[in-house]
């Protein structure tokens, strides 16, 4: 039996390479059948989240909310709110006609409404809407010196240590005053004007539940401020002329939120809608808004239910996943980490598990406050923060969607021209990254360069984040020269010319010339013979030839049979061609110990970059050069001949 030399004893031996090829395309194979399963159903459970409702009653709800003019004031809307002025004639106009609806376009009323507004006459009001403020406290900041006669009162910027948590607005002799008053006027709701009078004043504690919001010059807490608008029409106008007459709002409001909530049962969907009204530091008002369709009521129809065995499959799916990682980090153990593929399957299945987590939060949350959410109609129901959380889980099975596809890569690459591309990924990653600091230190030049020429005129770059932005939309051509080119006429043009000189024909161009090059170079050496180790394509072509031999629907002797054919007749041409019977054995058995030697150490069928040799091929290697030797000689001194004879010829 050979015995493998001293330096390569305990290698592979030639059959059983071969048997652990055949196994490993067998698991190769059957990993890529359960991850189509697991993509497929990913796919399904995400798809059946989401539809196209939702986009619809978010439209819809947006241009009744934010487009719908001030009567008599055209410009004017809750987009272009600008002032208190023009906030009340909103809360007085657009607002309160775009809540109650209350009969049909008719005047007649088409269902009983139950105390109810119906948006659209499809989307039912749930509870009531609730007004909410964040004030600061007065001289949370400094004056100069030489303005105190002029200033006495100075209100910071919204944070949570400026906050004002006192009361402030009416005595209380006025407030008995008015709450008598209002009572003779509506006697019919004193107990909620009460209330309403009681609780406008007085700070409200955060709740640990609803998440904090961020809004474009501060991130404000929930807590506040608070009073809730009423079922009638009209004693909410009554509630906004109040307000208004003994300025709720003031110098020291840093945001007002109005939040309230639909429901609509034809597409089973709850809109929640927050329009948000921020009183920076610097006067003015800014305005910004969010409506959250979502479906809180997750399994009402059939299809509900299909979608519940594919949750129930991705969760068995994860476990089977989590499973064969675990074996395969305790067979490899530190040599596992050594792929990036391996990280992409970490990776992935970190995300399923915070998916998996989310979504039984939700479910959690939803089932325990959904129903006293439900029954609340006379006070302000919370669902803002039900959407949240949702909309969140769908953010974290979106992010898990986009990775579980990319890891298709991993099988996609054993084909020729997807290892050329991650080839010359690899090979060229040292030289974009030297690349990519010159890059960004260009770019971060740049940006700082334009936010403080350009920061307090131009909206692009008013922040140092929209400046960086700023620099990738000039790149794509999307960006205002104008804009630069009016607040400064000489560094406007000079930054804009030396930007797109240097960053978009020499940066980017050395950028595809490096991976050009490296490209070229991978592909010259896949066209001397380097090939991937095995071919997706092939290795399901193979099986599938296997299947056929084992159904008997193939032969199986049938390449072998056209090889062996074409060697005779190979044979027989030689024989006519003048060659005698030695050379002929000669060169067939050079043929034999060539195939075999290349199917040892150069089959692209075997995936061990290092290999035994034993001393019996070893013997067959030695063999094999000695008679390409003999060749080189015999083809020497033919050549010799040849030119000796053609040195002698007359000329």
């Known amino acids: 039996m050979p015995v493998a030399s001293r330096w390569h004893r305990g290698g592979t031996p030639a059959h059983k390479l071969h048997f652990r090829k055949d196994v490993e395309i067998r698991i190769t194979l059957q990993e890529l059948l359960l991850y189509l399963i697991f993509l497929i159903n990913l796919c399904i459970l995400t798809f059946g989240m989401v539809n196209q409702h939702m986009y619809y009653l978010n439209k819809v709800m947006s241009s009744l909310f934010l ?5 008599g004031d055209e410009r004017t809307n809750f987009k272009s709110i600008r002032s208190i002025t023009d906030f009340w004639k909103f809360m007085e106009g657009p607002l309160l006609e775009s809540l109650y609806w209350d009969s049909w376009y008719n005047n007649h009323q088409l269902y009983d409404l139950k105390n109810s507004s119906r948006i659209y006459y499809e989307n039912i009001l749930l509870g009531v809407p609730r007004v909410r403020q964040l004030k600061v406290r007065n001289n949370t900041c400094k004056v100069y010196p030489s303005f105190r006669s002029l200033m006495s009162e100075c209100y910071a910027k919204y944070t ?5 948590i006192s009361d402030f607005g009416l005595k209380r002799d006025t407030d008995l005053t008015e709450i008598l008053r209002i009572l003779l006027i509506q006697a019919s709701s004193h107990l909620s004007i009460i209330l309403f009078i009681s609780n406008r004043w007085k700070y409200s504690t955060p709740s640990g539940n609803s998440p904090w919001h961020w809004g474009f010059v501060g991130v404000y807490r929930n807590g506040g401020y608070i009073f809730t608008l009423s079922k009638s029409k009209s004693e909410t106008k009554q509630k906004f002329v109040n307000l208004q007459l003994n300025s709720w709002i003031r110098r020291g ?11 609509n049962a034809n597409v089973n969907l709850f809109c929640i809608i927050r329009l948000v009204a921020e009183f920076p530091a610097t006067g003015g008002i800014l305005t910004s808004w969010q409506f959250y369709s979502v479906k809180l009521l997750r399994y009402v129809s059939y299809y509900d239910y299909f979608i519940a065995c594919c949750e129930i499959t991705f969760f068995i799916l994860f476990i089977v996943f989590t499973i064969q990682e675990g074996i395969k980090i305790k067979e490899f153990k530190s040599a596992y980490f050594k792929s990036i593929w391996n990280w992409l399957e970490l990776l992935l299945l970190v995300l399923c ?4 987590f989310f979504n039984s939060y939700c479910k959690i949350q939803i089932f325990l406050l959904l129903e006293s959410l439900l029954r609340s109609t006379e006070k302000y129901s919370d669902y803002y923060f039900l959407a949240y959380w949702h909309i969140f889980y769908n953010n974290v099975i979106a992010i898990t969607i986009f990775f579980a596809w990319i890891k298709i890569f991993k099988f996609i690459s054993f084909n020729n021209t997807m290892s050329q591309l991650s080839s010359s990924l690899s090979r060229c990653i040292k030289d974009i990254v030297g690349f990519a600091i010159m890059f960004l230190i260009i770019l971060f030049a740049y940006a700082q360069l334009g936010f403080l020429v350009f920061g307090s005129q131009v909206d692009d770059f008013s922040t140092f984040q929209n400046s960086i932005f700023a620099q990738f939309r000039i790149v794509l051509g999307d960006f205002n020269f104008a804009a630069i080119q009016q607040d400064n006429p000489i560094l406007g043009p000079i930054y804009f010319i030396t930007f797109i000189f240097f ?3 020499v940066l980017l161009n050395m950028f595809l010339a490096i991976i050009n090059y490296t490209y070229s170079e991978v592909k010259a050496d896949y066209s001397v013979g380097r090939r991937p180790d095995f071919e997706l394509g092939k290795m399901i072509k193979k099986s599938y030839h296997n299947v056929l031999k084992k159904l008997k629907l193939k032969k199986p002797q049938e390449d072998e049979d056209n090889e062996s054919v074409k060697s005779r007749d190979l044979a027989e041409r ?10 002929i054995q000669s060169a067939e058995q050079m043929k034999k110990w060539k195939e075999r030697l290349e199917k040892k150490y150069y089959s692209t069928e075997i995936q061990d970059d290092y290999q035994p040799v034993t001393q019996q091929e ?12 003999k060749e080189l000689h015999y083809i020497s001194l033919k050549l010799n001949r040849v ?3 053609v040195s002698a010829l007359p000329y």
């Open 67 to 71: 487009d719908t003019s001030v009567p």
């Open 160 to 164: 949570s240590e400026n906050e004002d």
């Open 253 to 263: 409001t840093r945001v007002v939120f109005i939040d309230f909530s639909l429901y």
């Open 353 to 356: 598990f915070v998916a998996i």
């Open 503 to 505: 960053v978009f024909f």
């Open 574 to 583: 030689a024989r006519r061609e003048g060659f005698d019977e030695n050379e």
């Open 618 to 629: 070893f013997r067959d290697l030695f063999l094999y050069a000695v008679e390409l030797e």
């Open 643 to 645: 030119m000796r004879e």
